[in-house]
């Protein structure tokens, strides 16, 4: 009996959370597994009406469950930054979530902007260091209002942290079985401190892994090769800030927002799942946002619970909506609603 939390969050997130739920069903009864869920209103509307995000009696509620369902985060009554930092980054770091995983795999060439790509082109993941580096937030400011002021914002990495996302991604290669090959992603000729880190521990981990090819990368060729050559890749690790901006372009090269999941993992703990293309508040309501980053991700929770033949299966069953069924995966423009992609996806699986 698997427990599972659902927080739907804002705008479009309880719509396509429902969908993930229709497949989770459907899948339960498929494969034979048990689930209960409880839904949590953590988000904007619930901030709005108490001026809470997030409690610590409600971190330890969530430890009790064996995996988080994610709608999205952000609303636009609220201020930017509040839900963020108290829901979203309060979630990752209370239940140490310390490994951002985001699979960038393209179903159908022609949802691919890149000219001449394939599928077999665009298969790769990053693991994203989840709970160091600049999203720590730490720094202070000097002289503030001043026209002497300073910002100060602080990259913080401990080489606890940063070892044990390289091992995680490491591990992963091995695991995934197929160029085996990693990329460390950085800055080492600008940003000496944290990245002479990164690299010393990434060289020292490597030793462990012989089965593993490695190479380096510089954050902004990186992006160049996304483009040019998406091939080149197997599994890169990088760290917080870097890993949340490549991972929004490797989205676009997979076809868009609408398509692209990820995990927010603890491997002893509780991990959280979720679409990462945000609330797309204009669309609430309207029964036309893409649902299969969702479904993508509830795809990915079921794989992290162990039920990998599920998991699979949802993947598999999204591809063919994917390449059989959808004029597009932009918003209003699938040429079915919400809720008939959700339907489509239980039909296939």
Known sequence: MYKIAVIPGDGTGPEVVQEGLKVLEAASRKYRFQYETKVYDFGGARYLKTGKTLDDKDIEELKKYHAIYLGAIGHPDVKPGILETGVLLKLRFSLDQYINLRPVKLYNAEFCPLKDKKPADIDFVVVRENSEGLYKGMGEFKDKGTKDEVAIQVSYNTRKGVERCIRYAFEYCRKRNKRKKLTLCGKTNVLTFAWDLWERTFNEVAKDYPDIATDYAHVDATTMWFVKNPEWFDVIVTDNMFGDIITDLGAMVQGGMGIAAGGNINPGGVSMFEPIGGSAPKYTGKNV?????????????????????????????????????????????????????????????
């Open 289 to 349: 946002i893409n649902p299969l980053a969702a479904i993508c991700a509830l795809g990915m929770l079921l794989e992290n619970l162990g039920e990998e033949k599920a998991g699979q299966a949802v993947e598999r069953a999204t591809i063919d909506v994917v390449t059989g069924k959808l004029k597009s995966l932009a918003a209003g423009k699938m040429g079915y609603s919400t809720t008939e992609v959700g339907d489509l996806v239980v039909e296939n699986l």
